[in-house]
């Protein structure tokens, strides 16, 4: 089945620093999204790329779906506290929109430790 | 507002015991789904529903049942069969271009 490889498992950064992470796959996406889940809550929904090639902003946080439809990554600028949380990538194959649900295929997750 | 909402947040339940995790949207999404998550991991899929009195098993369902009577209904039932039923349940419904909201979750603890 089709997998997403998200890197780094965890970060340690200072507040101030910027932050990268990024989700690769060997299969095509034609849809990527970015959640963030506090501890005990919900993942929320932080940005949605439906283009190759996309750039989207929201606040201090910036993705882009890959050119190859194969990777994403997030970026965040300046990092304050409440950024800690766990970054989850979820991609979804248009094919699979009438047959299987639209099912997402998630990442494993980037923890995110900011330290004041 | 819009949005999901699960109850109750904390469950504890005896072992053999069944028990009903409520998962309510009010955003008038056909499809719905529940996922489980264990500490550290990401999230698993259990069930999905695409509309009314239909559902289809994710790819860890043994030991757990779903019904979809109302649109904004898609309650999970985890049953004695399920043989570690303690995690974290997470329900979503998804929006037309594929985007899934979910609601704050019910952690499941078995006593």
């Known amino acids: 089945g089709q997998q997403l490889n998200q890197s780094p498992q965890s970060m340690f950064i200072q507040e101030g620093e910027d932050v990268s992470m990024n989700c690769t796959s060997s299969?095509?996406?034609?849809?990527w999204l970015w959640y963030k889940q506090e501890p005990g809550e919900g993942p929320v929904l932080l940005i949605a790329?439906?283009?190759?090639?996309e750039l989207t902003s929201n606040g201090r946080l910036t993705a882009q779906f890959g050119i190859t439809r194969k990777d994403s990554f997030l970026n965040i600028s300046a990092s304050i506290p409440s950024d800690v949380g766990i970054y989850f990538c979820?991609?979804?194959?248009?094919?699979?929109?009438?047959?299987?649900?639209?099912?997402?295929?998630f990442g494993e997750g980037t923890q995110l430790t900011v330290n004041p | 507002d819009g949005g999901i909402t699960q109850s109750p947040k904390y469950l504890f339940r005896k072992e053999g015991q069944n028990v009903t995790l409520s998962c309510e949207q009010n955003?008038?999404?056909?499809?719905m789904y529940w996922y489980r998550q264990d500490p550290g991991q990401g999230l698993r899929l259990i069930y999905y529903?695409?509309?009314?009195?239909?559902?289809q098993k994710g790819d860890i369902a043994e030991g757990y049942s779903v019904s979809r009577e109302k649109k904004e209904s898609f309650p999970l039932t985890v049953t004695s069969a399920q043989k570690n039923p303690t995690a974290f349940y997470l329900c979503?419904?998804?929006?037309?271009?594929?985007?899934?909201?979910f609601g704050p979750g019910t952690r499941l603890t078995v006593l």
């Open positions: 979503a419904s998804r929006a037309p271009r594929g985007s899934q909201f």
């Open positions: 299969s095509i996406f034609n849809t």
């Open positions: 790329l439906y283009k190759a090639g």
């Open positions: 979820a991609g979804l194959v248009l094919g699979d929109w009438g047959t299987s649900g639209s099912r997402l295929t």
């Open positions: 955003l008038n999404h056909d499809a």
């Open positions: 529903s695409q509309i009314v009195n239909d559902f």
